[in-house]
């Protein structure tokens, strides 16, 4: 199974910047599909961004222009750079690994990480 790992959370002000990071084991020949979530106290889990194994990215509204996904592929690691983060950017952080392709096949895998904690402070 391919568990992604999340860290880089932590505590900040807001206006301030913080760097997420997703380490995913990989199997030789396979890329995949990645994606971050964030879930607020009380609130349902909603979408953040995503990078395919295309490199093509995607954004929700909220954090369009201020966030930004990239990847490592030698490191199998995908980064969620976060900039001028405010109050309601505090959530608990999480990876997921969606689709995969190892060599011409393809497969939904939809593994979640345990999260990482972001806390923007007024």
């Known amino acids: 199974q391919v568990q992604p790992v999340e860290s880089g959370g932590g505590s900040v002000q807001a206006g301030g910047s913080l760097r997420l990071s997703c380490k995913a084991s990989?199997?030789?020949?396979?890329?995949?599909?990645m994606e971050w979530y964030r879930q607020a106290l009380g609130k349902e889990r909603e979408f953040v961004s995503s990078?395919?194994?295309?490199?093509?990215?995607r954004y929700s509204d909220t954090v369009k222009g201020r966030f930004t996904i990239s990847r490592d592929n030698a490191e199998n690691t995908v980064y969620l750079q976060m900039n001028s983060l405010k109050p309601e950017d505090t959530a608990m952080y999480y990876c997921k690994i969606g689709a995969s392709m190892c060599g011409s096949i393809w497969s939904y895998l939809g593994y979640w990480g345990q999260g990482t904690q972001v806390t923007v402070s007024s």
């Open positions: 990078i395919d194994m295309y490199d093509r990215t």
């Open positions: 990989k199997y030789t020949g396979c890329s995949y599909d």
